[in-house]
């Protein structure tokens, strides 16, 4: 069974730093594309990095480029989210997501963790 458990979230001030995990199991990476996405209260999801199935690339949205870091020990089955210079437009649930169906990211990959909660003020 595939499952993704995300942790690390919490309260932090503007321009502060946090930490996501999103422990993986029942998968292995090599398979997979694995994506962060965040949802704030009444707005949509939002993708914000991404590293392909068949491409070692990581991708960022224009929101998080710079300040966001994606990476992944494929030892510990574990991609991790570091976070800087967070302002409360972060404050949101963060999501990690993977797909082995595209081999990509998009809105509806296959797995997605329940969420960790991400607040940040001013």
């Known amino acids: 069974e595939v499952q993704l458990v995300e942790s690390g979230g919490g309260l932090v001030q503007a321009g502060g730093s946090l930490r996501l995990s999103c422990a993986a199991s029942g998968f292995t990476f090599d398979d997979y594309a694995i994506g962060w996405f965040r949802q704030a209260p009444g707005k949509e999801r939002e993708g914000l990095s991404c590293i392909g199935r068949d491409d070692d690339t990581t991708y960022y949205s224009s929101s998080v480029k710079g300040r966001f870091t994606m990476s992944r020990d494929t030892a510990k089955n574990t991609v991790y989210l570091e976070m800087n210079s967070l302002t409360p437009e972060d404050t949101a649930v963060y999501y990690c997501?993977?797909?082995?169906?595209?081999?990509?990211?998009?809105?509806?990959?296959?797995?997605w963790g329940k969420g960790t909660l991400v607040t940040v003020s001013s």
């Open positions: 997501a993977a797909d082995s169906t595209y081999g990509r990211c998009y809105r509806a990959m296959d797995y």
